[in-house]
């Protein structure tokens, strides 16, 4: 089962000994998903259920979410649900700005024929490096649309095994 934990999204718990009260901290994906909610009430019904009466649940925004955030084991619970998990983003960050360059609307594995120019958009360049699929392993990966079930994935397809698949986006 992958947990809040899991995806970095359970940012710490703190227990006040004095007063009994638990304070779970949640720091979202995106300030605005909707999932929130959903998550925070989930966090305070398990405290509740674990024998804490005086629960707490905030959202802590700064510093912001990032899928470095993600464990190790959230990777590849990630991956053994299909999901394709997001490469790590610290070596980008830490060279500075993010540079761009042109690719192909749909981007594809290295290894692809390159899309005419007039079908090509300005990506970050981390976005268009292999995707390993997470069915077979393969990387003649390419990705179908930017946005999946959740605005958090992208929706991609293996070109060996044809599976399509949902890949976390790396921010």
């Known amino acids: 089962m992958l947990t809040l934990a899991d995806l970095g999204v359970l940012a710490g718990v703190e227990v006040d000994d004095g007063s009994g009260t638990v304070t779970a901290w949640l ?17 305070d ?19 912001p979410w990032s899928t470095d955030l993600i464990t190790a084991e959230g990777r590849r619970k990630l ?21 761009l ?10 290894s692809a024929t390159p899309a005419p120019a007039a079908a090509r958009v300005a ?3 981390a976005a268009v490096a292999p995707v390993a699929c997470p069915h077979c392993g393969g990387t003649d990966t390419e990705e179908l649309s930017r946005f999946g079930s959740t605005a958090c994935k992208a929706l991609w397809r293996c070109r060996a095994c044809r599976e399509p698949f949902e890949r976390v986006k790396e921010i």
């Open 27 to 43: 720091t979202p994906t995106y300030s605005g998903c909707p999932a929130v909610a959903e998550m925070a009430a989930d966090v």
């Open 79 to 99: 991956a053994e649900a299909g999901i394709a998990p997001p490469r790590p983003t610290s070596a980008v960050a830490a060279a500075g700005p993010v540079p």
């Open 123 to 125: 990506v970050p360049v």
């Open 45 to 63: 019904r398990r405290l509740r259920a674990a024998g804490y009466r005086d629960v707490r649940v905030r959202l802590r925004l700064d510093p």
């Open 101 to 110: 360059t042109l690719s192909p609307t749909r981007a594809a594995a290295p």
